[in-house]
């Protein structure tokens, strides 16, 4: 600990050590809600596929044949929400996680992304971008009729639902730049919780609901950040000088993946939180 700031150590998902080791080429990797494996994606032959392996970095498994670039599973563990490019547009599709049963959610003239599970596993809240203008919508994986949730004047994007699904964090434009914001379910009580320079994303949730972790910075340096749910006691969790991106820790709390350029590419690490009250 050094002041307010935590510097979380890197560590290879085979065996622990100070200097980071890289455990997979690819970005976005995401924990299976049993925190025993991850999913990423990975480039096959010129196209992104969605792959999943033991959180060690074996058994590696690519589950789309045909493209696919992996977001997260849903809380109850039985279906993988991904984004398929067609007609130069991205679109947000559903699949079980032994990759059957893939279905298309969304398909119009614009882009969607971001898809995030409400924790009862029924609904998808995600970003759809038109005309350079971005909005956050609500649809039900049974029945996708999306709806859209914030009634700001500014875009909105990468929201997030908490564990209990009463409140919503988002990212906006409304005061100029981009900071992050939280809403009730219904898009009401909207408060803004940072006043931090730089672009901010990959925002979520801890576990517990207590606490909110997201990056800021740019494409040449960007920090991994915790806060309390109310925007104070902001510290980082990075502070190793390179771009660091989507991070996601797992059920339990004790242990993150991420993305960081420390040896030069974007390639996925592991940190242990097990030591870090927060």
Request: hydrophobic share 35%.
């Amino acid at each position: 600990q050094d002041g307010s700031q935590w510097s979380v150590m890197l560590y290879e998902m085979t065996k622990r050590e100070k200097d980071p080791g890289r455990i997979a080429v690819g970005d976005h990797p995401t924990w299976f809600p049993d925190s025993r494996q991850i999913l990423f994606p990975s480039s096959v032959n010129g196209k992104v596929e969605t792959f999943k392996m033991d959180a060690d970095g074996s058994n590696r498994i690519q589950l789309t044949p045909g493209g696919g670039f992996p977001i997260s599973i849903s809380p109850d563990g039985k279906d993988i929400v991904y984004l398929v490019r067609v007609n130069e547009h991205w679109n947000i599709s559903l699949m079980d996680v032994n990759g059957k049963n893939q279905r298309k959610l969304t398909n119009h003239d614009g882009d969607d992304f971001s898809p995030a599970w409400s924790n009862e596993s029924r609904r998808l809240m995600f970003t759809t971008e038109k005309d350079k203008r971005t909005d956050v919508m609500i649809m039900n994986v049974n029945d996708p009729k999306p709806v859209k949730v914030l009634p700001i004047k500014g875009s909105s994007s990468s929201a997030k639902w908490s564990p209990d699904g009463r409140m919503i964090l988002f990212v906006s434009n409304e005061s100029g730049g981009d900071e992050i914001y939280s809403a009730s379910d219904g898009g009401k009580d909207i408060q803004r919780l940072t006043n931090l320079q730089g672009a901010k994303y990959w925002v979520s949730f801890t576990p517990d609901g207590r606490h909110i972790y997201f990056v800021c910075g740019d494409e040449e340096k960007a920090e991994i950040y915790l806060m309390d749910i109310d925007g104070k006691s902001l510290r980082k969790l990075t502070n190793n000088n390179t771009r660091e991106a989507a991070p996601f820790i797992s059920a339990d709390g004790s242990k993150m993946v991420f993305v960081s350029a420390v040896d030069g590419d974007l390639e996925i690490f592991y940190a242990d939180l097990s030591g870090l009250k927060y």
